[in-house]
């Protein structure tokens, strides 16, 4: 069974710096898709950024991108010049590209933004 | 608007007692999910359906039960509610190919 895992419970950065979340998973598979989701106070699950394993190139999306270490199953999250809307949960999720596009989640990381 | 609406948003239950949460789609996705999210251990799937009148367990299964009558409904019950059962709920539509989840606001259940 495919398994992600966040090390990181809680990470704090200060305003305007940047942060790094780490993510590994386990997986025998070779096409899938690896995603970076957001959960703040309101509880809405907000989709960060997302990246095909079989794109050799990291997604980028403005301030957040990805180092994606295909071998070394590592897909972490780099957040720069960090804002206090930047302030939430981050989970780490994997899935599979064909079937039912089940997501398996890591167990989340919780950023706070110091002003 | 467009989306994924779950109802009710809270609710307190006691052991044992029986509800149903309801989840509706107007995207005309085919695939819908249920997960379960608690505190340091992310969201897990509880069941899920690959169109209407389909339904398949996911991870955590035990204890729910789903159906899928309409294409853009998705139900969840809880026979027989138990305090483990506490946590929060998301259901989330895809419209596959291209993973385009889309997920609700989430359902906190309290069972006491």
């Known amino acids: 069974a495919q398994t992600v895992t966040q090390s990181q419970p809680e990470m704090s950065v200060q305003e305007a710096e940047t942060v790094t979340l780490s993510c590994t998973y386990d997986?025998?598979?070779?096409?899938?898709?690896l995603f970076w989701y957001k959960q703040p106070p309101s509880r809405q699950m907000i989709l960060v950024i997302r990246q095909e394993a079989y794109k050799q190139q990291n997604a980028t999306e403005n301030r957040f991108s990805v180092n994606f270490q295909k071998a070394a199953k590592s897909f972490s999250l780099k957040i720069s010049d960090s804002q206090l809307g930047d302030a939430a949960m981050y989970f780490c999720?994997?899935?599979?590209?064909?079937?039912?596009?089940?997501?398996?989640f890591g167990q989340g990381t919780r950023l706070t933004i110091n002003p | 608007n467009a989306g994924v609406t779950q109802t009710p948003k809270f609710r307190v239950l006691k052991t044992g007692q029986s509800m149903t949460l309801l989840c509706a789609q107007d995207?005309?996705?085919?695939?819908m999910y249920w997960y379960r999210q608690d505190p340091g251990m992310g969201l897990r799937l509880i069941h899920y359906?690959?169109?209407?009148?389909?339904?398949a367990k996911g991870e955590v299964p035990d204890g729910y039960n789903v159906s899928r009558l309409k294409k853009q409904n998705f139900l969840l019950g809880l026979e027989s509610a138990a305090p483990s059962q506490t946590s929060v709920y998301f259901c989330?539509?895809?419209?596959?190919?291209?993973?385009?989840?889309?997920f609700g606001s989430g359902t906190r259940l309290t069972v006491v």
């Open positions: 997986t025998s598979e070779s096409d899938y898709y």
């Open positions: 999720a994997y899935g599979l590209i064909q079937g039912a596009q089940k997501l398996v």
């Open positions: 359906s690959v169109g209407e009148g389909t339904t």
């Open positions: 995207m005309n996705h085919e695939y």
């Open positions: 989330a539509s895809n419209r596959g190919r291209v993973y385009g989840y889309t």
